[in-house]
């Protein structure tokens, strides 16, 4: 098996409203600004970066309504591309798993 996880921490920057898939699943999706200071090849680097996470599925959705623009979180989940017509997988989601 394949392995797929991330762990990234950040600031809520935008929430969406919820939508419901035609099977009736609950999505919501926000952007995550994060920034860090990271070592790569011994050298300090500041690492910024923005990043669609979606929230499927009525298990997280009580705690996504509490959050608002500001919050800072972690999010554990998967990287998948963002829609089906993006065959080539450029543009990345975070489906997200667990948020803290």
């Known amino acids: 098996m394949e392995s797929n996880?991330?762990?990234i921490s950040g600031v809520v920057l935008e929430l969406k409203?919820?939508?419901v898939t035609p099977g009736g699943v609950?999505?919501?999706t926000l952007m995550l600004?994060?920034?860090s200071r990271q070592v790569e090849v011994g050298v300090?680097?500041?690492v910024f970066c923005r990043v669609r996470v979606?929230?499927?599925g009525s298990e997280l959705q009580s705690l996504v309504e509490s959050l608002q623009v500001g919050s800072r979180i972690t999010?554990?989940?998967f990287i998948a591309r963002s829609g089906?017509?993006?065959e080539d997988g450029i543009q990345l989601n975070l489906h997200a798993q667990h948020i803290e």
């Open 5 to 7: 996880q991330l762990v």
């Open 17 to 19: 409203g919820l939508r």
């Open 84 to 86: 089906y017509k993006d």
């Open 33 to 35: 600004e994060h920034r």
């Open 44 to 46: 300090p680097r500041e």
């Open 26 to 28: 609950p999505i919501r």
């Open 75 to 77: 999010v554990t989940g």
């Open 54 to 56: 979606e929230i499927r």
